[in-house]
Antibody
Framework: QEHLVESGGGVVHPGRSLRLSCGAS????????MHWVRQAPGKGLEWVAT????????YYTDFLRGRFTISRDNSKNSLFLQLNSLGPDDTAVYYC????????????????????WGQGTTVTVS | DIQMTQSPSSLSASVGDRVTITCQAS??????LNWFEQKPGKAPKLLIH???ILEMGVPSRFSGSGSGTDFTFTISSLQPEDIATYYC????????FGQGTKVAIK
């Protein structure tokens, strides 16, 4: 059974940094792109970043202005999100999620959005 | 950026009622639309992809339709366990979620 577990959230002062982690199990991690999605308290879902199956390509939502960095370590089935220059608007539950499309032999037809989600880790900037 | 306009923002219906949620894209996204269910305190769950294809294990009372810019999500007979917030999401160009529809039992 596919499983994603986030960690690394907490309470942090404005301007500080935090590194989130996501451990994957139950599937071939290296065959899938991965995403981070966040949800502010009482608000909707907001896509944050995506990384290709091999880590060669990164995609970010425009509002980040270069403050966050997505990365992965396929040898450890792990996904990361480095959050820098945090502000109160970054307060949210951060979810890691698997890309629904399967990449095989270096070929990924396209990206289809998120199918498997972790339980989320909470970041509070205060 | 592609904007997704979802409506209504909330609704209340009786058990057994037919419930319909709409999602409109700001430009043509062909069939590249997902629908998610999110129960309180839980992660989202993918219900439908490619606008109308039900994920394995999702009850058949859930359905989706549409293409281009206009999409519909339907629960044919609302059940108590369907209390949740439902989101549409386009994946034609990057990803954008609708604002969500909170479904309650009357």
């Amino acid at each position: 059974q596919e499983h994603l577990v986030e960690s690394g959230g907490g309470v942090v002062h404005p301007g500080r940094s935090l590194r989130l982690s996501c451990g994957a199990s139950g599937f071939n991690f290296h065959n899938y792109a991965m995403h981070w999605v966040r949800q502010a308290p009482g608000k909707g879902l907001e896509w944050v970043a995506t990384i290709s199956y091999d880590g060669d390509f990164e995609y970010y939502t425009d509002f980040l202005r270069g403050r966050f960095t997505i990365s992965r370590d396929n040898s450890k089935n792990s996904l990361f999100l480095q959050l820098n220059s945090l502000g109160p608007d970054d307060t949210a539950v951060y979810y890691c999620a698997r890309e629904r499309g399967f990449c095989s032999g270096g070929y990924c037809p396209r990206y289809y959005g998120m199918d498997v989600w972790g339980q989320g880790t909470t970041v509070t900037v205060s | 950026d592609i904007q997704m306009t979802q409506s209504p923002s909330s609704l209340s219906a009786s058990v057994g009622d037919r419930v319909t949620i709409t999602c409109q894209a700001s430009q043509d996204i062909t069939k590249y639309l997902n629908w998610f269910e999110q129960k309180p305190g839980k992660a989202p769950k993918l219900l439908i992809h490619d606008a109308s294809i039900l994920e394995m294990g999702v009850p058949s009372r859930f359905s989706g339709s549409g293409s281009g810019t206009d999409f519909t999500f339907t629960i044919s007979s609302l059940q108590p366990e369907d209390i949740a917030t439902y989101y549409c999401q386009q994946y034609h160009t990057r990803y954008t979620f609708g604002q969500g529809t909170k479904v309650a039992i009357k």
